[in-house]
Protein backbone atom coordinates (compact mmCIF):
# COMPACT_ATOMS: atom_id res chain seq x y z
CA UNK A 1 0.00 0.00 0.00
CA UNK A 2 1.62 3.46 -0.34
CA UNK A 3 2.32 5.64 2.07
CA UNK A 4 0.27 8.89 3.42
CA UNK A 5 1.82 11.55 5.32
CA UNK A 6 -0.21 14.41 6.32
CA UNK A 7 2.39 17.03 5.75
CA UNK A 8 1.14 19.31 9.03
CA UNK A 9 3.20 17.29 10.44
CA UNK A 10 5.88 18.68 8.99
CA UNK A 11 5.41 21.91 8.17
CA UNK A 12 2.78 24.56 9.98
CA UNK A 13 1.80 25.75 6.80
CA UNK A 14 0.83 22.47 5.57
CA UNK A 15 -1.64 21.57 8.51
CA UNK A 16 -4.03 19.78 6.62
CA UNK A 17 -2.40 18.87 3.39
CA UNK A 18 -1.85 15.48 3.05
CA UNK A 19 -0.02 13.10 0.36
CA UNK A 20 -0.70 9.99 -0.90
CA UNK A 21 2.71 8.72 -2.64
CA UNK A 22 2.23 7.10 -5.76
CA UNK A 23 3.04 3.56 -6.33
CA UNK A 24 4.70 2.71 -9.80
CA UNK A 25 3.89 4.67 -12.83
CA UNK A 26 0.98 6.59 -10.82
CA UNK A 27 1.10 10.41 -9.73
CA UNK A 28 1.71 11.59 -6.25
CA UNK A 29 -2.05 12.04 -4.58
CA UNK A 30 -2.75 15.58 -2.78
CA UNK A 31 -5.51 15.93 -0.79
CA UNK A 32 -6.73 19.89 1.13
CA UNK A 33 -8.95 19.43 3.69
CA UNK A 34 -10.56 16.87 4.88
CA UNK A 35 -14.55 17.98 5.35
CA UNK A 36 -14.73 19.10 2.39
CA UNK A 37 -12.16 17.67 0.86
CA UNK A 38 -10.23 18.87 -2.54
CA UNK A 39 -8.10 16.25 -3.83
CA UNK A 40 -5.62 17.72 -6.34
CA UNK A 41 -4.37 14.84 -8.95
CA UNK A 42 -5.72 11.37 -8.51
CA UNK A 43 -3.00 8.93 -9.54
CA UNK A 44 -4.15 6.01 -11.95
CA UNK A 45 -6.72 4.26 -10.42
CA UNK A 46 -4.92 0.89 -10.19
CA UNK A 47 -5.05 -1.91 -7.64
CA UNK A 48 -1.51 -0.48 -5.88
CA UNK A 49 -3.58 3.14 -6.07
CA UNK A 50 -7.19 2.30 -5.23
CA UNK A 51 -7.73 5.89 -4.08
CA UNK A 52 -10.96 5.57 -1.57
CA UNK A 53 -8.97 3.13 0.72
CA UNK A 54 -6.59 5.62 0.71
CA UNK A 55 -8.77 8.63 1.46
CA UNK A 56 -10.68 6.83 3.71
CA UNK A 57 -7.42 6.65 5.69
CA UNK A 58 -7.52 10.45 6.26
CA UNK A 59 -11.02 10.64 6.95
CA UNK A 60 -12.16 11.36 3.61
CA UNK A 61 -15.34 9.46 2.66
CA UNK A 62 -17.51 9.98 -0.17
CA UNK A 63 -19.31 12.82 1.04
CA UNK A 64 -16.50 14.52 1.82
CA UNK A 65 -14.97 15.03 -1.44
CA UNK A 66 -16.07 18.23 -2.74
CA UNK A 67 -13.79 19.19 -5.45
CA UNK A 68 -11.06 17.58 -7.74
CA UNK A 69 -8.37 19.29 -9.64
CA UNK A 70 -6.31 17.69 -12.59
CA UNK A 71 -3.08 19.30 -13.28
CA UNK A 72 -3.12 17.54 -16.42
CA UNK A 73 -4.85 15.15 -18.22
CA UNK A 74 -2.32 12.49 -18.43
CA UNK A 75 -3.75 9.13 -17.44
CA UNK A 76 -1.66 8.23 -14.41
CA UNK A 77 -2.69 11.64 -12.83
CA UNK A 78 -6.18 11.09 -14.14
CA UNK A 79 -7.62 8.08 -14.03
CA UNK A 80 -8.24 7.71 -10.27
CA UNK A 81 -10.98 10.75 -10.85
CA UNK A 82 -12.96 7.41 -12.30
CA UNK A 83 -12.90 5.90 -9.17
CA UNK A 84 -13.78 8.81 -7.57
CA UNK A 85 -16.73 9.91 -9.32
CA UNK A 86 -17.92 6.35 -9.01
CA UNK A 87 -18.97 6.80 -5.66
CA UNK A 88 -19.18 10.45 -4.94
CA UNK A 89 -20.24 14.01 -7.20
CA UNK A 90 -17.54 16.40 -7.23
CA UNK A 91 -17.01 18.65 -9.94
CA UNK A 92 -13.48 18.19 -11.66
CA UNK A 93 -11.53 21.02 -12.51
CA UNK A 94 -9.01 20.60 -15.79
CA UNK A 95 -7.50 23.64 -17.53
CA UNK A 96 -9.28 24.09 -20.93
CA UNK A 97 -6.35 23.20 -23.15
CA UNK A 98 -6.29 19.32 -21.53
CA UNK A 99 -10.07 18.85 -21.44
CA UNK A 100 -10.16 17.45 -25.12
CA UNK A 101 -8.60 14.21 -24.03
CA UNK A 102 -11.05 13.90 -20.90
CA UNK A 103 -14.46 15.51 -21.82
CA UNK A 104 -16.43 13.17 -22.83
CA UNK A 105 -15.94 10.74 -20.33
CA UNK A 106 -16.29 13.20 -17.45
CA UNK A 107 -19.65 14.49 -19.12
CA UNK A 108 -21.39 17.11 -16.12
CA UNK A 109 -18.99 17.06 -13.45
CA UNK A 110 -16.07 18.75 -15.77
CA UNK A 111 -15.48 22.59 -14.46
CA UNK A 112 -13.07 23.58 -17.77
CA UNK A 113 -10.11 26.47 -15.91
CA UNK A 114 -7.81 28.54 -17.19
CA UNK A 115 -5.03 31.29 -16.07
CA UNK A 116 -6.32 33.66 -13.35
CA UNK A 117 -9.06 31.68 -12.15
CA UNK A 118 -9.32 30.85 -8.47
CA UNK A 119 -10.46 27.41 -6.95
CA UNK A 120 -11.33 27.73 -3.61
CA UNK A 121 -10.78 24.95 -1.09
CA UNK A 122 -11.96 24.33 2.29
CA UNK A 123 -8.78 25.64 3.65
CA UNK A 124 -7.20 28.31 1.16
CA UNK A 125 -7.71 29.75 -2.33
CA UNK A 126 -5.45 28.15 -5.18
CA UNK A 127 -4.37 30.32 -8.12
CA UNK A 128 -4.45 28.84 -11.56
CA UNK A 129 -1.17 29.56 -13.38
CA UNK A 130 -1.35 28.17 -16.84
CA UNK A 131 2.07 26.18 -17.03
CA UNK A 132 2.24 24.08 -20.97
CA UNK A 133 4.81 22.07 -21.53
CA UNK A 134 4.72 18.64 -20.75
CA UNK A 135 0.77 19.21 -22.10
CA UNK A 136 -0.87 22.11 -23.79
CA UNK A 137 -3.00 22.40 -20.69
CA UNK A 138 -0.77 21.35 -17.59
CA UNK A 139 -1.26 24.13 -15.10
CA UNK A 140 0.23 24.39 -11.49
CA UNK A 141 -1.95 25.84 -8.65
CA UNK A 142 -0.19 27.88 -5.80
CA UNK A 143 -1.46 29.63 -2.22
CA UNK A 144 0.52 32.29 -1.86
CA UNK A 145 -0.21 33.06 1.73
CA UNK A 146 1.21 30.08 2.72
CA UNK A 147 3.58 29.58 -0.44
CA UNK A 148 2.42 26.14 -1.77
CA UNK A 149 2.80 25.26 -5.13
CA UNK A 150 1.12 22.28 -6.53
CA UNK A 151 3.20 21.69 -9.80
CA UNK A 152 2.09 18.24 -11.18
CA UNK A 153 4.16 17.39 -13.96
CA UNK A 154 5.38 20.89 -14.50
CA UNK A 155 8.69 20.59 -12.78
CA UNK A 156 10.16 18.55 -10.10
CA UNK A 157 12.59 18.66 -7.06
CA UNK A 158 16.07 18.65 -7.49
CA UNK A 159 15.95 20.67 -10.98
CA UNK A 160 14.33 18.42 -13.11
CA UNK A 161 11.06 19.09 -15.17
CA UNK A 162 8.14 17.23 -17.01
CA UNK A 163 8.90 15.53 -20.30
CA UNK A 164 7.87 17.41 -23.34
CA UNK A 165 8.33 15.09 -26.04
CA UNK A 166 4.41 13.87 -25.66
CA UNK A 167 1.64 14.71 -28.17
CA UNK A 168 0.99 18.31 -26.87
CA UNK A 169 4.14 19.01 -25.01
CA UNK A 170 6.94 21.91 -26.19
CA UNK A 171 10.27 22.33 -24.87
CA UNK A 172 9.64 26.28 -25.44
CA UNK A 173 6.49 25.95 -23.45
CA UNK A 174 8.40 24.27 -20.94
CA UNK A 175 10.90 27.06 -20.52
CA UNK A 176 8.22 29.60 -20.47
CA UNK A 177 6.08 28.21 -17.42
CA UNK A 178 9.26 27.47 -15.70
CA UNK A 179 10.56 31.28 -16.23
CA UNK A 180 6.29 31.84 -14.64
CA UNK A 181 6.85 29.50 -11.84
CA UNK A 182 10.12 30.67 -10.65
CA UNK A 183 8.85 34.08 -10.67
CA UNK A 184 6.39 33.04 -8.10
CA UNK A 185 7.11 32.88 -3.90
CA UNK A 186 7.40 29.28 -3.01
CA UNK A 187 8.24 27.57 -0.31
CA UNK A 188 6.60 24.16 -0.69
CA UNK A 189 6.88 22.64 -3.86
CA UNK A 190 4.69 19.76 -4.30
CA UNK A 191 4.66 17.84 -7.20
CA UNK A 192 3.18 14.92 -9.27
CA UNK A 193 5.72 12.98 -8.72
CA UNK A 194 8.56 12.45 -5.97
CA UNK A 195 9.21 13.93 -3.13
CA UNK A 196 7.75 17.06 -1.21
CA UNK A 197 10.07 19.98 -1.11
CA UNK A 198 9.13 21.40 2.39
CA UNK A 199 11.90 23.81 2.19
CA UNK A 200 13.12 26.90 -0.26
CA UNK A 201 10.76 25.48 -3.28
CA UNK A 202 12.16 28.37 -5.22
CA UNK A 203 15.64 27.25 -5.57
CA UNK A 204 14.15 24.02 -7.00
CA UNK A 205 12.20 25.53 -9.39
CA UNK A 206 15.15 27.48 -10.76
CA UNK A 207 17.38 24.84 -10.68
CA UNK A 208 15.05 23.26 -13.59
CA UNK A 209 15.05 27.03 -14.96
CA UNK A 210 18.77 26.64 -15.55
CA UNK A 211 18.71 23.04 -16.38
CA UNK A 212 16.23 23.60 -19.14
CA UNK A 213 17.74 26.47 -20.41
CA UNK A 214 21.59 25.11 -20.48
CA UNK A 215 21.40 23.75 -23.75
CA UNK A 216 19.67 27.18 -25.64
ZN1 LIG B 1 2.14 13.72 -17.14
Not at 23 to 44: F, H
Not at 54 to 69: A, F, I, R, T
Not at 91 to 120: C, F, P, Q
Not at 153 to 169: A, C, H, I, Q
Request: aromatic share 8%; proline share 4%; net charge negative.
Amino acid sequence: MPKIYRLGEYAEALEGVSLIVGEGLCSNIYVVGREKATVIDTGVGNILNPVWPQLSELGVEPSNVDKVVLTHAHHDHAMGAFLILERAGPKVYVHEEDTRYIASRLGDSLVKVREGDVIETELWPLNVYWTPGHTSGSMSLYNQEHRILFSGDTVFPDGYYGRYDGESGSYEATVESLRKLDGLDVEFLLSGHGSPVLEDGNRHIDMALRSATRWS
